[in-house]
């Protein structure tokens, strides 16, 4: 797969009067790959974002009726996702286990950035030194 940077490299070689045979081995890439990279845009700008699910939802139909009120319930978002995975195992026997730890922590992730508690507001305050005491040396007696 044709990085950014091996793009960058390819492009900046041909600036400077390298064949393309030449370019394409500095970056590390085939004469093919460089014909099709050496214009338009990067491949990072390529990429489409990908909207299918590849494996079905293991906790769909337990999600709403289950998972959501116990996290409404909870304002201070002290709720794991270790604890909530253990209690649906004993509700459901053989339908979840650890190895779904991870997509729940994500789902819960998700679902605390868009429903959960408000996040504390923290603006860094900066003291740039000589600031607070600037003066133009103007005598004040005048006044």
């Given at each position: 797969?044709?990085?950014?940077?091996?793009v960058?490299?390819?492009?900046?070689k041909?600036?400077?009067?390298?064949?393309?045979?030449t370019?394409?081995?500095?970056?590390?890439?085939?004469?093919r790959?460089a014909?099709?990279?050496q214009?338009g845009?990067?491949?990072?700008?390529?990429?489409?974002e990908?909207?299918?699910r590849?494996?079905?939802?293991?906790?769909?139909?337990?999600?709403?009726?289950?998972?959501?009120?116990?996290?409404?319930?909870?304002?201070?978002?002290?709720?794991?996702?270790?604890?909530?995975?253990?209690?649906?195992?004993?509700?459901?026997?053989?339908?979840?286990?650890?190895?779904?730890?991870?997509?729940l922590?994500?789902?819960?992730?998700?679902?605390?950035?868009?429903?959960?508690?408000?996040?504390?507001?923290?603006?860094?305050?900066?003291?740039?030194?000589?600031r607070?005491?600037?003066?133009?040396?103007?005598?004040?007696?005048?006044?």
């Amino acid at each position: 797969m044709i990085k950014d940077r091996q793009v960058r490299l390819l492009r900046q070689k041909l600036m400077k009067g390298k064949t393309q045979e030449t370019a394409a081995a500095m970056a590390g890439m085939s004469v093919r790959s460089a014909r099709k990279w050496q214009r338009g845009s990067l491949p990072s700008e390529t990429k489409q974002e990908r909207w299918w699910r590849t494996r079905p939802d293991p906790f769909d139909g337990v999600w709403e009726e289950e998972i959501e009120p116990l996290l409404r319930g909870d304002p201070t978002g002290k709720l794991k996702a270790t604890t909530i995975i253990e209690w649906l195992e004993e509700r459901h026997p053989g339908r979840f286990d650890a190895s779904q730890l991870r997509t729940l922590q994500r789902r819960l992730q998700d679902w605390r950035a868009l429903h959960g508690p408000g996040q504390e507001v923290y603006f860094p305050q900066e003291h740039p030194p000589g600031r607070e005491a600037q003066m133009d040396f103007t005598h004040g007696k005048a006044l």
